[in-house]
């Protein structure tokens, strides 16, 4: 597979239930797959310093936390697609969350249906594909597939009960349940437990919608946070040496009542957004708590492999933007906690870099079953088995411009390296180079490191100092997109 190093030519297992490929259907473990929207490293256990996230911090104790896992494109649908089909946004032609990759690929097998293939129960529970009713894939779950109930709501509030976007926020003192998020644990609750009275292994995947906008949650969530929490936090600006077209144009905040469309806000109202936001983490935190709970007291969790993921980052103002749509670090950059019973050095954080196409091969290798042809990931076991391990010197994301449900008119390509990242604008009508970007991680005058983020202020492809830098990763980005074409399309 392109981008390894000599991969652990042993195939390292997993302890524990988790064997090397070819075991029996009794030796194969459970899975909850926890998809969480919109979510930034914003958690505990990777430092961020605001974050209160007690239940998914414990979850981290006991698996290995990615400290650079990226997602192939920071919007839902592609980024989903990517990690349920195993392959590149170019691979299924999903740029946009309206695309459907069964209208490019009908034959695809998917996580779930590659498990169900091999006796496994499968059902969804909330956002996994997409948050779109008309986008759901039936095809991929044999127990059923649920996005929401009808009597889930976003809304709670008698003033946001119109259509389409009301309030940026909500604040109500009430259960839980009482959200869409909270329903769709007392949901998954009920799954699990049945699914503890089945002789069959079950692959669950619960996907949560917060915190993505609007950011309503139980006021006891906004409680754990002050005001002062978020003041006078910096909103790191660009320099004017970054090219526009890494910017996205599509305002999702924007629109909602009382923000400006142009989403320049007054300090005030930057505060709130960000405090709602945090808050809403926490939300869904205890959701997952109560999961975790669910899944010790009926003794699942001794054969239940746990993968929480977040689709793709987001930004609170940072970069003078908000939300996700771009090649940035923000945006790209996720979450990634895999927790295996019994596993070698748990707790431990990787600073190996992981794409999110990876979980397809990892999770038919901790099936004991032998990964699909023709996946574009590399399985993560042997970095479960030893968190040093190495699998990838660079991993790619990308973004189409304009983002609409049309063919891309151009695309930027963004490969990351250890401590830097390069970006090639492509028009895709003729080939030609529209924009390059360079950032260095390590370098003060190209990044800010407001830990846990870095931010890109100063893009440095056009200083004779990194020519050398440039020219290099340029050539790396050729070769990888040139290795993607070859791959089955």
Request: proline share 7%.
């Amino acid at each position: 597979m392109n981008r390894t190093f000599l991969f652990v030519a042993l195939l390292l297992h997993v302890p524990g239930p988790c064997h090397a490929t070819g075991g029996t259907e009794a030796e194969q473990p459970n899975f909850l797959f926890i998809c969480v929207d919109d979510l930034r490293p914003a958690l505990g256990c990777y430092g961020d310093p605001i974050a209160i996230t007690p239940h998914i911090d414990k979850l981290a104790k006991t698996g290995r936390i990615f400290n650079h896992a990226y997602a192939q494109q920071a919007v839902c649908g592609p980024s989903r697609t990517s990690v349920l089909t195993g392959m590149y946004p170019d691979q299924t032609q999903v740029w946009h969350n309206r695309h459907s990759f069964r209208e490019h690929r009908p034959d695809t097998t998917t996580i779930p249906q590659f498990l169900s293939n091999h006796g496994y129960q499968t059902a969804a529970l909330g956002k996994i594909f997409s948050g779109n009713e008309r986008e759901l894939d039936p095809a991929s779950w044999n127990d059923g597939e649920v996005l929401r109930e009808p009597h889930w709501k976003t809304y709670l509030h008698q003033d946001n009960q119109g259509s389409g976007k009301q309030s940026a926020y909500e604040i109500l003192d009430v259960p839980d349940s009482s959200y869409s998020d909270g329903k769709l644990t007392d949901s998954a609750i009920r799954k699990l437990k049945a699914f503890r009275s089945s002789d069959r292994p079950f692959f669950l995947a619960v996907g949560f919608f917060k915190p993505h906008l609007p950011f309503n949650a139980p006021k006891q969530y906004w409680d754990l946070y002050q005001r002062s929490d978020f003041e006078g936090l910096s909103i790191v600006e660009t320099n004017g040496t970054i090219p526009t077209i890494a910017f996205h144009t599509h305002r999702e905040l924007g629109g909602y009542r009382g923000i400006p469309e142009d989403e320049i806000l007054a300090d005030d109202l930057t505060t709130t957004l960000r405090r709602g936001y945090y808050a809403c983490v926490s939300y869904i935190d205890a959701q997952i708590g109560k999961l975790l709970s669910t899944l010790k007291e009926s003794g699942l969790d001794r054969n239940t492999i746990v993968v929480l993921w977040g689709d793709h980052g987001f930004a609170l103002g940072e970069g003078e933007r908000w939300c996700k749509g771009t090649n940035f670090e923000l945006d790209t950059r996720v979450p990634l906690i895999i927790s295996v019973p019994d596993m070698a050095k748990p707790g431990q954080h990787t600073n190996s870099l992981i794409e999110l196409v990876d979980l397809y091969p990892t999770i038919a290798k901790l099936a004991n079953i032998s990964p699909p042809d023709g996946l574009a990931g590399i399985p993560l076991d042997g970095i479960l088995q030893n968190p040093t391990a190495q699998i990838h010197r660079y991993v790619i994301s990308q973004f189409s411009r304009p983002w609409n449900a049309r063919k891309p008119e151009s695309m930027g390509y963004s490969l990351r390296t250890t401590s830097h990242r390069y970006t090639r604008w492509i028009d895709l009508t003729n080939g030609t180079v529209i924009a390059e970007e360079l950032y260095d991680y390590d370098n003060p005058e190209s990044t800010r490191d407001d830990q846990p983020y870095q931010i890109e202020y100063n893009n440095l492809v056009g200083d004779r100092k990194h020519l050398r830098t440039k020219k290099a990763l340029s050539r790396q980005l050729s070769h990888e997109l040139k290795l993607q074409s070859s791959l089955p399309n």
